[in-house]
């Protein structure tokens, strides 16, 4: 009787979670509502799948790693894109490659790949500082050329400029490019010539997708909008959240993820910039089968209610062939 259990608990076993269920029906409500996916970050190991990088990050090093898994981490992981390679050698000779060191600002140049990175600083405004004005920004492309730079005036006085942070000393300002001045040509360099209303997903033509950390309050403070299907934000993307689903911070991903330190003193929206580009490219450049279904971000009802039946006869891996995720992935930009 026992051997019995052990084994209908083996067969209601998620095959890309592991979690297990005593019921067939409630490992088809698990995998309703979890989007498992080809996208999903996944051990090296043991070949479970992750909702994050972070989860993943859990599962080989801890706090509570999966012993077995953490025992091969350490000796053949990468710290930093968690991958698991051939042997210790091989890691510590990808390492080098793996690992990013600080980026010195690049001279100006043409607008070179698909994205383009933006970040902004910003110093305070209203009565108690508060208010974010946007006092500098930064756009750069794929290769970490800046494509454009400046001071902008602020369009309310500025009652703190958060030196220590920011930089920005008032001369600094007062002869700065107005902010629609600066509007103007980040909507030209974004569009590249496409008209913006004619801009649609999987086909916007020369139009750039933009990249950034928390992009949705750059935009708001520049006054500017562009189609959420253009924008990949590192703050936003479900592979680089937390487990708790919050957001990171910008300084820890470029800590955790491209292995270098930003933000420390002085701020320059450049580094930010170049931070946001990297770790789009790296998601991007996910070794992921690029079918379209999955992964695009469309979440489809792939388990019908008049199919539960069906769904029940099913085995782990069928119902796994079935799921697609619910974000749109980056590898499928490539
Ligand atoms: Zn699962
Ligand atoms: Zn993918
Ligand atoms: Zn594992
Ligand atoms: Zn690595």
Known sequence: MGRRESS???????????RQYNRMEHLVEHMKVNYHSVHEPR????GKHCRSFESLREHLIGPLPKVECARVFS??????????????AAVRYHRAACQYTRAAPMPRGGI???AVALACKMVGGGSDGSVDLCARVCLIGEDENIIFQTYVKPTAPVTNYRYEVTGVRPEYLRDAMPL??????????????????KLRPRSYGRAKILVGHGLEHDLERLGLEYPAFMIRDTAKYPPLLKTSKLSNSLKYLTQAYLGYDIQTGIQDPYEDCVAAMRLYIRMRSQAHPRDYNSGSGEAQNNYPA??????????????LAL???????WCLDY
């Open 8 to 18: 209908e608990t083996l067969r209601n076993k998620c095959a890309a979670c592991y």
């Open 43 to 46: 051990c090296g190991v043991c």
């Open 75 to 88: 000796v053949r992981g990468c710290s930093i894109c968690l991958n698991i390679f051939d042997s210790n």
């Open 112 to 114: 070179t790949g698909r």
């Open 180 to 197: 629609k001045v600066a509007q103007r040509r980040i909507q030209e360099i974004l569009c590249n010539g496409e008209p913006l209303w």
């Open 306 to 319: 008049w199919r539960q039946r069906e769904l029940e006869r099913m085995s782990p891996e069928e119902l």
């Open 323 to 329: 799921s697609a995720s619910d974000y749109y992935c």
